[in-house]
């Protein structure tokens, strides 16, 4: 039987994993899907790739997708997000002559203590007309968005009293080698890489910031959802099989030395399989960490695409770019992500599946919470920020005020 091609651009970093081992570990073939994976280095052109059917998918940083279909920065094209590929998996990794003036100790920092001391410095540092530079992968991005919140929470003003930059997350420990940049913002193995090289210091883990961060997804246009939807319902199933796949402790070191491959990550396999087990060496030569649910790819129905996640990022995107809330735009975005294509494709293979479409995020303290499900039982477990505030999807407009 001939397999349904599905073409798939990505970035080399982990959290590419699920459509990679999808198609090494046969999990495709078992849907019927070929899969081939375009790699590329910048989400700009992981995205146009989507656009203009050079690609039927992507490996895309969630924002980016929202960005998309708001027409933020061209041409609005609908677009539509049926999976999530993870949750957090990223780092701000500090260059060394800051990461020694702002850290006491090889641990990770605390991000409430960690901000008060870079306000103090950054503050300093713009008084005198030398701002501390921080780049982060993408202008719409999970990076910049969780980078910004936990700075605007420090009291320190974004593009006013630090300057931030766009970089391919393949060269941030380049830019960080060469004294452009003070930190950085990225997803794995890069912070890894630029520690392992002694050019960084890991200070902060994106999940400090949010529990529960949404991060990169499985983004397509709206119209081949809607012409080949049939296998977008296989190709789910597919990745969700990869993601089953990759939380197995038995598949770790295979899984890292897959994602190692030239054609993929091109990248050394030690923090690869560090990042895949939660691992994080926070300083050149130290024992690596173990860091709870750093990269969450599996549990917790973590692949289910949330509205409440997709209007947060929205709340950002408005935040950030300094436009007025718009119901309809708030509308649009939310619309991107679609819990019902990956209700349908899932059912009756026993995964969980949400009864809801939206949840209050930030909400889940102590131990977690059973969650109504239409199939299976699902518990949520702690979803903070680390500021303490809940993010009510249904009152963008109050979140947005009562932010600093």
Known sequence: MALDRVRIGFLPLVDAALPILAREQGFARAEGIEIELVRDMSWATVRDRVLYGHTDAAHMVAPLALATALGRGR????????????????????????????????????????GARLKTLAL??????????????????SHNYMLRYWLAAAGIRPDVDIEIVTISPSFAADALAAGEIDGICVG?????????????????VTAQIWRRGVEKVLA????????????????????????AHFVDADSQAESAAILARPEYLA????????????RVRLVQGAEPVHVPDFMFQYREAANFP?????????????????????????????GVFRPDVYRAALAGSGAPLPGASSKIEGAIGGTGVAAGSTQGRLILGRDPF???????PDDIPGYLKALP
């Open 75 to 114: 041409p609005a094209v609908a677009m539509a997000v049926p999976f999530v590929l993870g949750l957090n998996g990223n780092a701000i990794t500090l260059a060394l002559p800051l990461a020694d003036r702002l850290l006491d100790d090889e641990s990770l920092g605390d991000p409430v203590v960690l």
């Open 124 to 141: 300093a540092r713009a008084a005198a007309g030398v701002r501390l530079r921080f780049g982060v992968v993408h202008r719409y991005s």
């Open 188 to 204: 794995e193995p890069w912070n890894s890489v630029a520690v392992d090289r002694g050019v960084g210091r890991i200070a902060l």
């Open 220 to 243: 397509m246009t709206a119209d081949t959802l809607a012409q080949r939807g049939d296998t977008v319902a296989r190709l789910i199933r597919a990745l969700h099989a990869a993601a």
């Open 267 to 278: 990248a050394p396999v030690d923090p690869i399989a560090r990042a895949i087990g939660d």
């Open 306 to 334: 949330w509205r409440s996640q997709a209007a947060w990022l929205y709340s950002q995107m408005t935040r950030w770019d300094g436009t007025p809330f718009s119901a309809a735009e708030a509308e649009t975005a939310q």
């Open 386 to 392: 680390f500021d303490h505030r809940a993010f009510d």
